[in-house]
C-alpha cells in the first residue's frame, strides 16, 4: 500500500498569496497516477489536477501541480477567497486507492 | 450532464446493515467503474472499494473485507453498497464516486450519505 503524507496539516495565508502544499509518497507512484482534490465543508471533494500536473476540466490556472516519482507539490499561484479549503492527495494506480491525511488552507 | 444521486441519510443500531444505493445519470453507466470512499466526521478520506458496473466484479480495501458488499443493477443505472456487522466506528459520509477512463482518477462525485451508527 502506497501511503501518502501531506505537509503542512494547516497553511495560514492571505487572499493573494501563493500557496504550496506538499504530498510525499511512501513508494515511488506509477505513471504519475497521483491526483488532487478540494473540499469544502459540507461538499464533495471536487478533482482539481489528475497525472500529477493535468488540470481537471474547469479548474482555473492558478492551480498547478508538479512533481513525480515520491514528491507531489499542489500550488496555488493567488488565493482567491473561494480557494479556502481542505486539499487531499490520491494515489489512483492500483488498489488500494489512498488519500493522505489533508492540508487545511485557512484564512490568516 | 453526469450526476451521481445518492439514498438518504440512515441510523442504524450497532450489529446491523446498511445498503445504501447511488444512482448515475448523464453517462453510460456500464463504460464507468464506480467507487466508495468514507469520510468520518472531521476525518479525511477512505478508501472503501470499487465495482465494475458492467461484470459487477469488485475490488474491497483490505479493512473492509467481509464486511462489504457491492452491486450494480444496470437496469436502473445504479450501484449499491452494503456494509454489514456495523459499529459506531462506521459512523461518517459515505461517497460514491466515478473513476475515469481508464486506471483514472474520481472525476465525479455524489453528495454523500451520512450513516449514523447508535
Known amino acids: 500500500e502506497i501511503v501518502l503524507t501531506q505537509s503542512p496539516g494547516t497553511l495560514s495565508l492571505s487572499p493573494g498569496e501563493r500557496a504550496t502544499l506538499s504530498c510525499r509518497a511512501s513508494q515511488s507512484v506509477s505513471s504519475n497516477s497521483l491526483a488532487w482534490y478540494q473540499q469544502k465543508p459540507g461538499q464533495a471533494p471536487r478533482l482539481l489536477i489528475y497525472g500529477a500536473s493535468s488540470r481537471a476540466t474547469g479548474i482555473p490556472d492558478r492551480f498547478s501541480g508538479s512533481g513525480s516519482g515520491t514528491d507531489f507539490t499542489l500550488t496555488i499561484s493567488r488565493l482567491e477567497p473561494e480557494d479556502f479549503a481542505v486539499y487531499y492527495c490520491q494515489y489512483y494506480g492500483g488498489s488500494p486507492r489512498t488519500f493522505g491525511q489533508g492540508t487545511k488552507v485557512e484564512l490568516k | 450532464q453526469v450526476q451521481l444521486v445518492q439514498s438518504g441519510a440512515e441510523v442504524k443500531k450497532p450489529g446491523a446493515s446498511v445498503k445504501l444505493s447511488c444512482e448515475a445519470s448523464g453517462y453510460t453507466f456500464t463504460n464507468y467503474y464506480i467507487h466508495w470512499v468514507r469520510q468520518a466526521p472531521g476525518q479525511g478520506l477512505e478508501w472503501v472499494g470499487i465495482i465494475n458496473p458492467s461484470g459487477g466484479d469488485t475490488t474491497y480495501a483490505q479493512k473492509f473485507q467481509g464486511r462489504v458488499t457491492m452491486t450494480s443493477d444496470t437496469a436502473t443505472s445504479t450501484v449499491y453498497m452494503e456494509l454489514s456487522s456495523l459499529r459506531s466506528e462506521d459512523t461518517a459520509v459515505y461517497y460514491c464516486?466515478?473513476?475515469?477512463?481508464?486506471?483514472?482518477?474520481?472525476?465525479?462525485w455524489g453528495q454523500g450519505t451520512l450513516v449514523t451508527v447508535s
Open positions: 464516486a466515478r473513476m475515469s477512463h481508464g486506471l483514472g482518477p474520481f472525476d465525479y
